[in-house]
């Protein structure tokens, strides 16, 4: 059973780009979860989606910044007009069923903004 | 609302012990521990459901104090592999759709 996987693993963009993150959760789970995470600091959370469903976006900024989870297909996390503060590295988790599950991690985006 | 982690680091030698403190200032329905290598996904340790609960996982183990609002993790004769850093994260009473939010983390150094 492959784990949650996660593409790109790194993504280098100019300032005004869009930056596309993808997901793939592990087989049979329907729960995603988006962190942000900055050097030395801890997991900062930004959107947590079911199939087809947005469940808590608080911690996503209102602008600039959209996910989805669609019926078919990967869970993407799109950021348009990048800037600088927008570097980090981006983790997928994903969950059998809800927030009291364990969440598997994927192995990251790490986006660098020039 | 985020959880308050301590210490912010530590450093063993191997064969030590080590405690990591979580504390909320909201009651908690769950406390959630997660381990991270330096470039790695963090990976789950264990979650603990119930005021009072305590569990283990080889020689590492946590309490939950609901009362208390709080949950420490003990590492037990500290290996090498322990190093890493140390999240907790919390869900405060409320539904089960509830997101985990995490604290800043407690980074731990094994010295041979």
């Known amino acids: 059973n492959a784990g949650v996987m996660q593409n790109p693993r790194h993504l280098v963009r100019r300032r005004g780009q869009e930056a596309r993150l993808r997901c793939s959760p592990m087989?049979?789970?329907?729960?995603v979860y988006w962190y942000r995470q900055l050097p030395e600091e801890g997991l900062k959370f930004m959107v947590y989606?079911?199939?087809?469903?947005?469940?808590?976006e608080s911690g996503m900024p209102k602008e600039r910044f959209s996910a989805e989870f669609p019926k078919e297909g990967p869970s993407i996390l799109r950021i348009q007009q990048v800037v600088r503060g927008d570097s980090a590295a981006y983790f997928c988790?994903?969950?059998?069923?809800?927030?009291?599950?364990?969440?598997?991690f994927g192995p990251g985006t790490r986006l660098t903004v020039l | 609302q985020q959880p308050v982690q301590s210490p912010q680091a530590v450093i063993l030698r191997e064969g030590e012990d080590a405690v990591i403190n979580c504390s909320s200032s909201?009651?908690?329905?769950?406390v959630h521990w997660y381990r991270q290598k330096h470039g790695e996904a963090p990976v789950f340790l264990m979650i603990?459901?119930?005021?009072?609960e305590q569990k283990g996982h080889e020689k590492i183990s946590a309490s939950f104090n609901e009362k208390k609002q709080q949950s420490s993790l003990y590492l037990t004769a500290s290996q090498l592999s322990y190093s890493g850093t140390y999240f907790c994260?919390?869900?405060?009473?409320?539904?089960?759709?509830?997101?985990?939010?995490f604290g800043k983390g407690t980074r731990l150094h094994i010295l041979p």
């Open positions: 988790a994903s969950s059998p069923r809800d927030s009291e599950d364990e969440q598997f």
């Open positions: 087989k049979g789970h329907s729960h």
């Open positions: 989606l079911q199939k087809e469903n947005i469940i808590d």
């Open positions: 909201k009651a908690l329905y769950s």
């Open positions: 603990l459901l119930k005021g009072g």
């Open positions: 994260g919390t869900i405060t009473r409320g539904n089960r759709d509830d997101k985990i939010i």
